[in-house]
């Protein structure tokens, strides 16, 4: 049977054509759902914005761009007039465009859901010893399903295709030696997944959390999979391995609380009256509005053999604020000293005595004289 050429490449053609014109529509179709949508709920924000529709609006925009005309192309591709091969090709194209679209989707829903959750819980107050911990559970388990989403959508994606299905089915019957090959590459790196896990439900540390760690003082911003960040006073940030918190010791200042006692040490001479010092040091601290009225003491913590220790403790509801508190008090307790007892700064003090007289004989003193 001979094929007539001329007669074929007309019918081809068409289909070509049939077949780009069913493509094209289907995506302005979804193109236009798009924006029907988010023209819709911009008019709504306008009106009355709620946190959830400034939310989708927000973070789903760039992935519905996408997402609509590929779900729309999927619903056309029924009616295109190709053969099964091409057909076929068509369809896994669409497909894979589908599944990296949705799970685009997915990712910028569950920011939306972070989104709602911080909008009832908020780092500022002083008392936000539960906040933090919801904040730490929530960062690690945000991490944990975007993972999950990321590495199912690539799954789906690869088993789509029949020659990774054949690679996938050898490689399961040898599944054994692989996992123990595995383990032995990458026992650190699961090392410090179970100790992300650790750290975000027993909660050592937690997000916002005041830690000195080797020498650093600091905030926890960051708790991720495998290290933590941490936000060093003067903007540095200083990145530990996570494991770092299960197996060293650190300080943490708001492990139940995030009140603090500050500490202020002046030293003067022993001449100083002491009650005077602390009568001004109640009056100071007293004024100051840092202060959370729990500790005011000054005390003679120790005596030297030039200078006489004095420790003020003073407290506050958290650490910046005690870190302040210090150094306004420090400061004014010496302008104090100065001001009304200048002589009772440190000093030291040397004795001379005068020269020893030689024993002459009278003979000698006469003569001399």
């Not at 760039?62 to 009616?79: E, K, N, R």
């Not at 076929?88 to 679209?101: H, P």
């Not at 690869?158 to 019957?173: D, H, K, Y």
């Not at 975000?200 to 650093?216: K, S, W």
């Amino acid at each position: 049977m001979k094929l007539n050429l001329p007669e074929l490449l007309p019918d081809q053609a068409e289909a070509v054509l049939h077949t780009l014109a069913l493509v094209a529509g289907g995506l302005a179709v979804g193109l236009l759902i798009k924006f029907v949508v988010f023209r819709v709920l911009r008019a709504y924000n306008k009106r009355e914005t709620t946190l959830l529709s400034h939310s989708v609006a927000k973070h789903l925009n760039h992935a519905s761009t996408f997402f609509f005309p590929v779900l729309t192309l999927l619903f056309v591709l029924p009616l295109v007039p190709l053969s099964p091969k091409h057909l076929g090709i068509l369809e896994r194209v669409a497909v894979t465009a589908f599944v990296v679209t949705f799970a685009w989707g997915l990712v910028k829903t569950v920011d939306v859901i972070e989104d709602l959750i911080k909008q009832h819980y908020q780092l500022d107050g002083d008392n936000n010893l539960q906040v933090r911990k919801l904040f730490t559970q929530l960062q690690f388990v945000r991490k944990l399903v975007v993972s999950i989403i990321i590495f199912v959508a690539m799954a789906l994606i690869l088993m789509s295709f029949a020659t990774v299905r054949r690679i996938g089915t050898g490689l399961l019957t040898s599944a054994g030696i692989a996992s123990v090959i595995v383990g032995f590459a990458a026992q650190r790196s699961i090392a410090n997944l179970l100790a992300g896990f650790q750290i975000a439900f027993t909660q050592p540390i937690r997000i916002d959390d005041v830690l000195v760690v080797e020498g650093e003082w600091g905030r926890v911003e960051e708790i991720t999979f495998t290290y933590v960040v941490l936000r060093i006073w003067d903007e540095r940030r200083l990145v530990l391995p996570i494991n770092y918190f299960i197996e060293k010791p650190f300080q943490n200042w708001t492990r139940t609380a995030s009140q603090l006692i500050g500490t202020v040490f002046i030293y003067t001479d022993y001449t100083l009256p002491v009650d005077e010092v602390r009568a001004e040091l109640k009056r100071l601290v007293e004024k100051n509005p840092l202060w959370d009225k729990r500790v005011c003491v000054l005390q003679v913590t120790d005596s030297k053999e030039r200078t006489m220790e004095l420790r003020a403790l003073m407290s506050a509801s958290n650490s910046s604020r005690a870190f302040d508190l210090r150094c306004e008090i420090r400061e004014q307790l010496v302008a104090f000293i100065q001001t009304n007892y200048p002589d009772s700064l440190p000093k030291t003090r040397t004795t001379m005595d005068a020269p020893e007289q030689p024993f002459l004989p009278s003979g000698a003193v006469a003569e001399a004289s």
